[in-house]
């Protein structure tokens, strides 16, 4: 459809805020006054606290308080004044007893839907260099270092878990003790029947895959403050993706009423995911308890960031693929490791998550996946762009890819034997696709590279530096139903003059959701953009509620609230022009600030007269608002593709990108440059998980060694080409304006593409990602290529 | 009715706020880096400005701006960035020729029932000494002083017009060129025929009545500051109490769109009808506007806030009353002259309104009322606690007591011949009396007081010191129905564990407004207090809509929004309810934050559990909010009385109050303490007002003589005697939970009952206030006593 500023690519709301430096983040929140608390973090993988000796770090002038395992705050103490004001806990808990979830879902009424709770904000049993076993609260930050070298623990040291294999071989000690075999989950599912189907299949191929752990590396690290208002509440501002998450589990961590916590978030400086986990707020709540609260700020430095908060699972995995001789794939089997690390967070839903999203692309008779997600003793793996879905189809389409090759088939065209297609119903889910250009993805993809003329370019190479296309397919989804409950809203209040304010519960962390919100309102009400203004800022006390930013669910999930709350506003709107000109509010419609005949575009009444009435008629004032909440049960599934083209230099084993192009299928793009700036950033953030970046441990202690910006090996403006993005519009019948969801897809394919084209440059295939210079050296040397 | 929460005196929401000191005010916002505005106040009472120069202002190091009425700054210039930001203007303005009212009231869409638009951001003709002729803008508060030293202003001086008999003489210079004669308005009415009834009457007294300007001397002086936000909205955050209004003459100062203004109040240190003005805040629009929108800082010394914001109108009354001989009143004849200063303000309203409240009272077959309201070169009069009702009830309470002493005629009964009864309809508002408790508010005053014992006792007195009883009664109303719009807007926003949070457009600035809309939600929704979250702070960008606090509005007409919006949670809560139990909605209740059932009071299901069903039902999850708008079409009308015992030293002319009670009609009291402290706050501003307070000019050059705290006499703590507060809680139908207005009311009536206390001890009849030793000896000398 054609629209006035959906699909347009107007500026960001947020724009001038930001390159003025207007934008106020979290710290810029910070009072001069406040508190600062630091954590002290187990030196050890796998340890228990034999004894801890606080009193020299209590003792040193300018520490406020120490808290350990043992002496969390008791709540009902520190927050009351005796005959003033009454405690917030109304039960005696013990916090640190407590345990709880960090995963950012929404919680479940279903107990068995909840997440695992298994955390504890200071632990007595350190589970991976970097736990968090005390912390200080002092008047300044090298007052708090000092006080954290004044700490002294005795430890009892355990066998360090480094990997998969050690958690899981026979006699392993337990992570936790209430695990089973150090397995968090091993929930898969079968659809069909693999064994039957795959000895119909006429050939069977099989294969092994595996990635490696990668961090988010948002620009902004974990910084909040928290303290207690005259209201006897826990008022915390955080730089997170989810506060209505944060509130619930900070409450649940400290055992007092959800309504007792108050959360507030500011801008954010990117998240990734990692925002969406609950990771500093817990601790900085139980700091200023033990404070009396008074102000406490708690920012995590990039070396603690990069271990203390979330990466992404390592995945290792093994299909095994029954293929008919005419490409039509019947059966496959997929079985994973997942790497969880220390704690469940996310560990549980990724896996799944990961095999769920998968199921889309590739419809066959019988379909097996076996996920195992295991603890071990390295930090905690939880969400990430793409949650788990880079990593399966980093398997699976560097699998297809080598089916291909051994069937000597066009790898393009073994994948478009195989492809969904628009009806489909997931025989899981029950979600239908309604809207599918998948197929015109690879096409465009396909011209955009110039793919024909450079593969018979490519054909036959020698030489050190050689050159090879390669290209990868995904699917995705758009939010989380039916998982799990998709509940958005927004509120719209209008002025005078015909301007909104527009106060949304989904949060805008750097990915320019408030701008497509706002286009979407401006369309609706024919309003132009600088007449809507987004409160950018969450408040869990007025924000209509909505679970957050994370599972490429805004765009499409919350604008379905935004939607709403518009159409329910132009509805007034015209109900107040109808009793003004007699005319029924049917023909009506919102065109440029004017009520106009909706068929001839005719102007009747302007906006701002009918919004004037809605304040100050003296009968029937009644502002405009609508304060809506959508409970979406619906789901459209995004494709895409990823057509890369690689020069590899053979002896030094570095991979170059020559040309890289996302296309994708994400239905109605509501801001083409915004959705370009999301491609960008997934494909660069791809290029490193491809190439380059690895977080790295001794496998002997557990000990990270590369948790800094300098020996991580994110990559940089020079490793990055220019990046292609282009569109495929299926506009989806289900989703606001027809969009699909864009935020996480443009990160799947990258990689297997890149490995794709490094397979077809050099015939070396690389089935584990990073494929950074030492191990493309160390491979060419086995196979012999120098 | 019984109620647990309403009637109860619970502590007020923002006790632990205040008494800790973390309630924020305006001032505590304000930043480091902001710069100081600073007002260059004419020293001449009526002058043009003939020249104006101000380079060497402009060139002191530190001043980034001086603005005159000749450039106050061009709003496309200042606050675009070409090609990046679009002006906030989008016509040609010249903000130095437009005119607006900075009256606080609702804008109404009659034309003919807008306010006089008199005034300019900065005017060439100054028409009172402190009238605004230039501005600075400067780093510091110092430079910007030094700076407005170096303005060079050139006057040609009028002749200072510094009374209303000056005024109004033949062939007085205009004060504003389009005014008649220098009168603002003469809006009058008459209810039956003032001269044929009089005819009838068996007697007819006369007497004239005169008050003085005072000031209402809130703790917080005025103070704002203001910024151009990145969305290219002028951001004023300011110490009003009403935000909505403020934003609306802001704009209409500057000639923008309304929507382009933000107000955000914090917590207010009072206002008494001052803050019902907008006083300050467009010229610190202007400020930030002249200096690219960066954040400019406005507050008013103790000085300036005494002469340049608003001060009580001074009246002077002619009354005429015919009277049968068994003390019937059959016809009054009131003319006023009311001095407003040098602009409208509220002017033209508040003689009007005095008319309009004092009908209530004693209704007789005929009235007339001829008020004059002058403009004279004095400062400007506004908006004060009362509105009119202490001059005219100081001057009709006195009138009746002289002529019960001319009739010999005891002076309470006197009155209790005249007064209301329930069932009256006021012939010109049509406001029906639903409840009267008037009576019985005498009978309670004449017991506390022990009024015969003392009357009998002092019946004959000589010496040095004498004592003398006094009363007085008053009606009021509740709120401005049906002179304007009664719009009011509440939103509560239910968490999961069942505490909500309650949104206001209200403004508490003081009076305990929150506190008793909080009992309101509790007592609704049954839950306790601190379950009960008041967002004290209004936005102008996501607050319910209201008017403000003003008229005595808040309890009754925002309480019955507060109602509303409870009232529709708990449906919410109810049906919720009922789909998780099947019984029926209207046979359940809400009671100790459980659904219980209506009659038995048994309890059904958690308020907690209802409260997660509403988040997380998969199918049916609707989080319970609700943002409602109320349109108040009713008026209820409050009684009350003064009983006053003093003791006057005939040598020294000092009046001492013995004891003082107020008694009051105001419906149902929903927190007797608050209710009481109101009633303690309205009566020492009426001691004041009978004893001490006087603004005091020359009457040559109208300067101000004791504008500061040291000359001005507002009473001390040591000239208040204990204060008692008694309650006659008659319910009104109309009001929410029986509440009428209880804000104002306890100013209106101290002073004619201290008056007619010392006529009552000394036989002298003051008929002038403020009856301060001065005065009283004088008056004393004149009249023999001594």
Redesign the interface.
């Known amino acids: 459809m054609a629209y006035t500023v959906v699909g347009k690519s107007v500026r960001r709301?947020?724009a001038?805020?930001k390159v003025?430096g207007?934008?106020k983040y979290t710290d810029d929140f910070s009072e001069r006054n406040m508190l600062v608390g630091k954590i002290l973090h187990s030196p050890y993988a796998h340890a228990i606290v034999k004894s801890i000796d606080v009193s020299k770090a209590k003792a040193l002038p300018g520490v406020e308080a120490v808290l350990t395992y043992k002496d969390l705050p008791d709540i009902r103490y520190a927050t009351a004044l005796p005959g003033?004001?009454?405690a917030i806990a109304t039960d005696d808990v013990d916090v640190a007893e407590l345990k709880y979830g960090t995963a950012g879902h929404?919680?479940?009424?279903d107990e068995s839907h909840r997440d695992k709770e298994d955390r504890r904000i200071l632990t007595q049993k350190a589970r991976f260099v970097g736990d968090n076993i005390a912390a200080v609260v002092a008047t300044d930050a090298l007052i708090a270092a000092k006080a954290l070298k004044l700490i002294e623990v005795e430890y009892e040291l355990l066998e360090p878990l480094t990997s998969p294999e050690a958690a899981l071989k026979e006699g392993a000690p337990l992570i936790h003790d209430d695990s089973e075999r150090n397995i968090l989950s091993s929930n898969g599912y079968e659809i069909g029947n693999f064994e039957e189907a795959v000895k119909e299949a006429d050939r069977v191929f099989e294969g092994e895959y595996e990635t490696s752990i990668v961090q988010h590396c948002h620009m902004e690290n974990q910084v909040s403050h928290a303290y207690v208002?005259?209201?006897?509440?826990i008022v915390i501002m955080s730089s997170t993706q989810i506060p209505h998450i944060v509130r619930?589990i900070v409450a649940q961590s400290l055992g007092i009423?959800?309504?007792?916590v108050r959360v507030i978030k500011p801008y954010v400086g990117g998240g990734f995911g990692n925002k969406q986990d609950v990771c500093i707020e817990p601790l900085n709540a139980a700091m200023t308890l033990a404070v009396g609260g008074r102000p406490v700020r708690l920012e995590l430095s990039r070396e603690e960031a990069m271990i203390d908060t979330r990466t992404r699972h390592a995945f290792k995995f093994k299909i095994k693929t029954g293929i008919n001789n005419d490409g039509k794939m019947v059966a496959i089997h997929i079985s994973a490791i997942s790497n969880t690390g220390a704690y469940a967070s996310h560990g549980h839903s990724i896996a799944g998550s990961a095999g769920g999203k998968f199921r889309y692309l590739y419809p066959t008779k019988a379909l097996k996946y076996d996920p195992i997600t295991v603890y071990t003793n390295l930090p905690v793996a939880g969400a990430m762009r793409g949650y788990g879905t880079p990593q399966i189809f980093f398997a699976f389409e560097s699998h297809i890819e080598d089916i291909a090759k051994k069937l000597n088939m066009d790898p393009v065209e073994l994948r478009k034997k195989n492809l969904v297609e628009v009806g489909y119903v997931d025989p899981a889910s029950k979600n239908k696709i309604m809207s599918c250009g998948i197929r015109e993805c690879i096409e465009k993809g396909k011209e955009l590279i110039n793919w024909d003329v450079k593969k018979s370019l490519y054909k036959e190479q020698s030489g050190d530096k050689r050159r090879g296309l390669g290209m990868a397919c995904f699917s995705y989804a758009s939010g989380t139903y039916p998982v799990a409950?998709e509940?958005a809203?927004a509120?719209i209040?209008m002025?005078?003059?015909?301007?909104?304010?527009l106060?949304l519960g989904a949060t805008e962390i750097g990915q320019g959701s408030d701008t497509v919100f706002a286009q979407m309102v401006s369309e609706i009400l024919g309003i132009p953009m600088?007449?809507v203004?987004v409160?950018s800022t969450q408040d869990t006390?007025?924000t209509?509620?909505d679970t957050g930013s994370y599972a490429s669910r805004q765009t499409y999930v919350s604008g379905m609230a935004v939607e709403k709350a518009a159409l329910e506003v132009k509805k007034k709107v015209l109900e107040v022009a109808h009793k003004l000109t007699d005319l029924p509010a049917h023909v009506l419609d919102l065109r440029d600030q004017y009520v106009v005949m909706k068929e001839s575009g005719e102007q009747v009444i302007a906006l701002e007269i009918v919004a004037?009435?809605s304040?100050?008629?003296?009968?029937?004032?009644?502002?405009i608002?609508s304060?809506v909440?959508n409970?979406a049960?619906i789901n459209a599934i995004p494709f895409g593709v990823t057509f890369a083209e690689v020069e590899v230099d053979i002896k030094t084993g570095k991979i170059k990108i020559i040309e890289i192009y996302n296309v994708h299928d994400s239905g109605k793009i509501v801001n083409p440059l915004l959705a370009e700036g999301q491609v960008h950033g997934g494909v660069s953030m791809g290029i490193g998980y491809a190439l380059s970046e690895q977080l790295l441990f001794d496998e002997a202690t557990g000990k990270p060694l590369n948790n800094n910006l300098l020996d991580y090996k994110l990559p940089t403006i020079m490793d990055t080409p220019d990046i292609g993005a282009a569109f495929v519009e299926k506009e989806d019948p289900t989703g606001p304006f027809g969009v699909k969801s864009l935020g996480e897809p443009p990160i799947v394919s990258p990689a297997p593409a890149i490995r794709n084209a490094v397979l077809d440059a050099t015939n070396v295939a690389f089935n584990r990602i990073p494929m950074n210079p030492q191990r493309v050296f160390e491979k060419f040397k086995e196979t012999g290529l120098i």
């Open positions: 709301v947020d001038i805020a003025t207007k934008a003033v004001i009454e929404p919680f479940s009424l208002d005259s209201d006897r509440r619930r009423s959800w309504g007792r409950l509940l809203g509120r209040v002025n005078q003059d015909g301007s909104v304010q106060q600088y007449m203004h409160i006390d007025i209509p509620f004037m009435q304040f100050y008629d003296r009968v029937n004032a009644q502002p608002t304060d909440s409970n049960r």
